[in-house]
C-alpha cells in the first residue's frame, strides 16, 4: 500500500464513529488502516472494528489489542512497527479528515518528491464555532536548511502545530533517523520537530484539510500532570539541536513562557494558584530581568504579574483580560 492510517483509540465513543467513516469516505483509496486498542474501556474500540470490519476497509485493515492502556507514545510506536505503506498518517480518534486528504497529500508527495507533506487545518471549537488554521508556508515546496530552521522555529513559538494528524511523512524519516515516540514526554512536541529537520524535501498543501476537535471535555488536554512531558521533551529537543551545533535556548524559554501563560489564563482544577505561578522559574527569573517572551503586551503582563506573586492584581487583571478577549472573539486563542 502506499499510505499507512493509524488511529489509536481510547475512550472517545461519542465521536468515534465520524473519525472512522472520514477513512471509509477517502477519495484516495491505496491505504491499509491500523486500529489500535489502548483499552479506554467504554466500547468505543469495538464500535470503531465494526463499523470497519462492514465496510470496504475490510480487507485492507488490521487491529491490535493491547492488554492494558500503554498510552499514546507507545500506541504511535505499535502503529508504526506494523505499517507498510510508502507513507504514514496519524489521526486522534475524536478527530477526523475531509475526504480528499489522502488524495491531497499523496498527489503533493509524489508531484514534489516529498518525505513530509504538511497542510493546515480547521479548529472546531464549542459552539460549533469553526476557525482556520494556517500551518503552512505560502511556497507550495521548502527544501533550504533556513526555511527548515524557521518552521521549526514557528512550531517551539506555538505559531505553527506539532501535531502528526495534518502531517503524512515517509515511513523511512522515522527509521533512517531512529526517531520514535517516548511515553515520558509530551508526544507531537518531542517527535515533529525532529522529523521537519531530517527531512530533505517539505510539501504544503495549502487548504484545511484535518478537523481538530477542542470542544471534547473527555478528550486528553493540557494540564499539571502534562508539565513534566513537555519538560523532558524540550531537554530531548534541546539536546538534540546542541548535538547539531545550534542553540536555540531563546527559543525554548520562550515555550516555557508560552506554557505558563496558557496554564495561568485557563487554569486547571487540579493545580493551585502557587503551582501555576511556580512553573519554570526561569521564566520568573527572565521577565524580572525585563525579558520580553511574549509578543504581545497583554500577555507579557500576565507573566509579569505572575512572576510578581502578586495575587490580588493578576485576578483582577486576568478576569479584565478574559473579558476582553470574550468581546473580541479571540478568547480561544488565547
Known amino acids: 500500500m502506499d499510505v499507512t492510517v493509524i488511529i489509536s483509540v481510547y475512550r472517545e465513543l461519542e465521536y468515534v464513529e465520524r473519525c472512522i467513516n472520514s477513512i471509509i469516505n477517502q477519495t484516495f483509496q491505496s491505504f491499509e488502516f491500523i486500529l489500535i ?55 486522534d480518534s475524536d478527530d477526523f479528515f475531509e475526504p480528499n486528504l489522502l488524495e491531497e497529500f499523496y498527489n503533493a508527495a509524489i508531484k514534489q518528491n516529498a518525505d513530509l507533506v504538511i497542510s493546515d487545518f480547521i479548529r472546531e471549537m464549542p459552539g460549533g464555532v469553526s476557525v482556520y488554521a494556517k500551518d503552512t508556508f505560502d511556497q507550495d515546496l521548502i527544501t533550504e536548511f533556513a526555511d527548515k530552521e524557521r518552521y521549526i ?18 515511513r523511512e524519516l522515522y527509521l533512517k533517523n531512529d526517531v520514535r515516540f ?21 510539501a504544503f498543501v495549502h487548504k484545511a484539510l484535518t478537523h481538530f476537535v477542542q470542544y471534547n471535555t473527555a478528550s486528553g488536554t493540557f494540564s499539571f500532570n502534562h508539565l513534566p512531558f513537555v519538560g523532558n521533551a524540550l531537554v530531548h529537543l534541546e539536546s538534540f539541536f546542541k548535538s547539531k551545533g545550534m542553540d536555540y535556548s531563546d527559543i525554548f524559554l520562550r515555550y516555557k513562557a508560552n506554557t505558563k501563560r496558557k496554564i495561568l489564563m485557563h487554569p486547571k482544577p487540579e493545580m493551585t494558584q502557587g503551582q501555576m505561578f511556580g512553573l519554570f522559574p526561569e521564566v520568573d527569573s527572565a521577565i524580572k530581568s525585563g525579558k520580553r517572551l511574549e509578543p504581545k503586551i497583554q500577555y507579557q503582563m500576565v507573566l509579569k504579574l505572575a512572576s510578581m506573586r502578586n495575587k490580588i492584581f493578576f485576578r483582577i487583571y486576568r478576569r479584565s483580560l478574559l473579558i476582553l478577549l470574550k468581546a473580541s472573539s479571540l478568547v480561544s486563542q488565547s
Not at 153 to 170: A, F, Q
Not at 187 to 195: E, G, R
Open 153 to 170: 522555529k514557528e512550531m517551539l513559538t506555538s505559531v505553527k502545530g506539532c501535531t502528526p494528524w495534518n502531517k503524512m511523512v515517509k
Open 37 to 91: 486498542d489502548d483499552c479506554g474501556g467504554d466500547g468505543a474500540f469495538e464500535k470503531a472494528r465494526n463499523i470497519t470490519e462492514n465496510s470496504i476497509l475490510a480487507d485492507r485493515s488490521r487491529y491490535i489489542v493491547h492488554q492494558r492502556n500503554m498510552g499514546i507514545a507507545f500506541s504511535r510506536n505499535t502503529g508504526m512497527a506494523a505499517a507498510t505503506g510508502e507513507y504514514m498518517i496519524y489521526l
Open 182 to 202: 517516548h511515553d515520558n514526554m509530551r508526544d507531537d512536541l518531542s517527535v515533529t520537530p525532529l522529523l521537519v529537520w531530517h527531512a530533505t524535501r517539505i
